[in-house]
């Protein structure tokens, strides 16, 4: 129970047999010619005789000492190759690749030269799997566009999805940490007078790099610019088109992922299009995965960190690389329940038990008021209820848990639990809340919101927070999902990934009178509101600290200099039944 130890010993297992030597850097060239900084370690010793199976690792941090994280797949007889995207990385200039870093623009071409580079090499038996977290999942996913059949499997840790599935583009609107993360990668610094709470909150946008760090910054500008999923970000859209993928992932994430989202859409795309086994992980984690017992304040238990990650990890690559019989591809779907502190299975993800039940959004016109009379309700209107009325000024927006002068270094925080009763008391958030249940009632799956509301703006966000309310009154958030009113015509609204998403706008008519309908995806999670608690839906039209506040405009968000205030009204009657759906297992 406690120690997977003698698992490892099992003969689906590849033993540690061998040491391992390095070839020394060499440059892969991409198409374009630029030198990609390679190293490649092999089995040595002990009978140890190739060709291999390789594992690859394309990555931006560094790839110096990144052996001592992978030196025991080649103890078990892989090769591994180390690779270092292109003008990356600043903090280990000996290996660095060659070129510019542009977020994600060169990714697929460079992961298709590499792997064609890898099954040239007389060490190469053809056959090679991929790994790794965040950016160094995308380019695992970057680099299965190729159609290379020597790419038999992936595992993608807390991996990014594309731009407007994940990050920057989260709902249409543009994730603040993003611009952490670009300076951080770029090895900028602020300048001295400059905290990342004025540096945040700079208008334009589109002069913040300069505002920052005295400079401009080509690759900002070019993220700013480019607000739809134009024909600058389709080369490195891998949910197009609906071919086959042929290969395998074993996926790896957790609830307060702030890439969770990325997760989320690549099981999905796999769920439809993979031909092989494919394989989720999902625990109550942050970006850093499987290290945290407690985050927050909030425990999960002292089964929240599971001892076999990286024993799933080699029976994958040994059922795949070398055809060992381990079964590694069951179950398909193993996530943590929170609230309950339980792992579970399942055959499917989200799992076939779980049924969809409604929860109506029900006030008498003063949801938003801090003595709330929002209710969610499992009886629809049946005929008129008064509008919830509010104002949202993008100046003083709802904020999130935590601002980013508080961060010492670069960690996804944004979706990690948070007592959210303080900010759901103010007066642009409504709330709309259960009474409490009469028994435990355990949810696991995607969750949509469907919205009835009216504004006199052109455009604005729709945020929808879940909370699990204890009898105590802390409102405990454990998932969210936002739109952009001007994408809400979306072909996906749940993982904005098949069809067309955030390809065309349309801004709204600005007359207050008018109803317009919204369906929101909410991020995917599995909890039990245990009895006595209770379900609460809360509202809101931006996360400061998440991502940038709408400007109300309508206009460019890049441009816009000064935001406009705004009036909201969330409807709930017969006619326009707002409400949420939960998934619900029996």
């Known amino acids: 129970r406690f120690t997977p130890i003698a698992r490892w010993r099992e003969p689906g297992v590849s033993p540690a047999r061998h040491g391992y030597r390095g070839l020394g850097k060499q440059m892969v ?3 374009d010619g630029t030198g990609l900084a390679t190293l490649v370690y092999l089995p040595d010793g002990n009978g140890a005789q190739g060709p291999f199976p390789t594992i690859f690792i394309r990555t931006p941090y560094g790839i110096g000492n990144l052996i001592g994280n992978y030196w025991h797949y080649a103890a078990r007889g892989y090769a591994v190759v180390l690779q270092a995207t292109r003008g990356t990385s600043f903090a280990d200039p000996e290996n660095r690749s060659e070129g510019e870093w542009w977020p994600v623009i060169h990714e697929p071409a460079d992961g298709a030269a590499a792997l064609e580079w890898i099954t040239k ?8 799997c991929m790994q790794g977290g965040s950016y160094v999942g995308y380019t695992q996913w970057t680099a299965s566009m190729s159609g290379n059949p020597a790419l038999k499997c992936l595992v993608p840790e807390v991996s990014m999805g594309t731009v407007f599935s994940d990050q920057p583009y989260m709902g249409g609107s543009f994730v603040q940490g993003m611009a952490f993360y670009m300076f951080f990668m770029l090895d900028k610094r602020l300048l001295p007078n400059r905290t990342w709470s004025e540096v945040l909150h700079h208008r334009p946008l ?10 401009n910054v080509p690759q900002w500008d070019s993220m700013m610019v480019h607000t739809t999923n134009d024909a600058y970000w389709a080369g490195q859209d891998w949910y197009r088109g609906t071919h086959p993928r042929n290969f395998s992932a074993l996926m790896i994430s957790g609830w307060w992922d702030d890439d969770f989202p990325g997760t989320e859409g690549n099981w999905a795309l796999m769920s439809r299009y993979g031909v092989g086994p494919q394989r989720l992980i999902v625990g109550p984690w942050k970006h850093g995965y499987n290290v945290d017992r407690a985050l927050n304040g ?21 059922f795949h690389l070398k055809g060992l019989r381990n079964q590694s591809t069951e179950p398909v779907a193993t996530y943590f329940v929170l609230g309950s502190n339980k792992w579970r299975t399942a055959s499917a993800w989200p799992p076939k038990e779980a049924a969809p039940m409604k929860w109506y959004l029900r006030s008498d016109g003063q949801a938003s008021r801090v003595v709330t009379s929002g209710q969610l309700s499992r009886m629809a209107p049946a005929g008129e209820e008064p509008v919830d009325r509010y104002q949202y000024d993008p100046k003083n ?25 303080d900010i759901e008391a103010r007066p642009d958030v409504v709330t709309f809340t259960s009474e409490p249940l009469d028994r435990d009632l355990t949810i696991a799956g995607e969750l949509t919101a469907v919205l009835y509301a009216s504004t006199d703006v052109k455009d604005t966000d729709w945020w929808i927070h879940v909370s699990d309310v204890d009898p105590r009154g802390a409102s405990h958030r454990i998932t969210q999902g936002m739109i952009r009113a001007r994408f809400r015509h979306n072909e996906d609204p749940q993982h904005h990934i098949f069809g067309a998403n955030f390809q065309s706008e349309r801004l709204l008519s600005g007359n207050p009178d008018e109803v317009v309908k919204y369906e929101i995806g909410i991020r995917s999670i599995a909890n039990t509101f245990k009895k006595g608690h209770r379900i609460r839906i809360a509202i809101m039209n931006a996360v400061d600290n998440y991502s940038f506040p709408n400007s109300n405009t309508g206009e460019r968000e890049a441009f816009v200099t000064e935001p406009v205030v705004a009036r909201m009204g969330i409807h709930h009657t017969a006619r326009y039944p707002s409400h949420v759906i939960l998934p619900v297992l029996e």
Not at 298 to 318: C, H, M, N, T
Not at 397 to 416: H, Y
């Open 298 to 318: 909030y425990s999960f238990g002292p089964d929240a960190v599971r001892p076999d990650i990286w024993l799933e990890k080699q029976r994958w690559y040994d």
């Open 121 to 128: 090499q007389p060490w190469s038996n053809g056959q090679v």
């Open 29 to 31: 060239r991409a198409t």
């Open 206 to 215: 589109i002069d913040l790099d300069n505002f920052a760090l005295g400079e």
């Open 397 to 421: 927006a709802p904020p999130n848990w935590m601002s980013f002068d508080q961060m010492l270094r670069w960690e996804d925080v944004q979706s990690f639990p948070y007592d959210m009763k």
